[in-house]
């Protein structure tokens, strides 16, 4: 199958998909007329990176969960191993989201958002690392 019908089916965008097979994720035969052509283990492999990276994988990361994937010796310890520690990055970064919500939500409090020019909200920033 062409690109087109290989983003179809996998609801990548053209793009992202050319992204994925020059960093090798992908490797789609080519014809002889030098067209990719797309089987239905690359949209597989291509449904499994776009559920990864909604998932907040990095590339890298996307990287060696292919290779697990492929490999029928691992272990599913190291699967788990490796879902945790994306466990443990979206645990903090929540915390730091929530920060960062509350400290905006305080500034806008304070703000009176009228017309006047004194802004409480780019005092604050300006004033140098939020707390």
Known sequence: MNIGTASELSGLPVKTIRYYEDIKLVKPARAQ?????????????????????????????????????NDSDRSSSEVKA???????????????????????????????GDDRPDCPILEEIARGPLK
Do not use: P, W
């Open 82 to 112: 490796l879902a945790l520690q994306k466990v443990d990055t979206i645990e903090t970064k929540i915390v730091e989201l929530t920060s960062m919500k509350n400290m905006l939500s305080k500034l806008a409090k304070s703000c009176h």
């Open 33 to 69: 007329n030098g067209y990719r052509t797309y089987s239905d283990e690359d949209v597989l492999y291509l449904n499994f990176l776009s559920r990864a990276r909604k998932l907040g994988f990095s590339v890298d990361e996307c990287r060696l969960l292919l290779s697990l994937y």
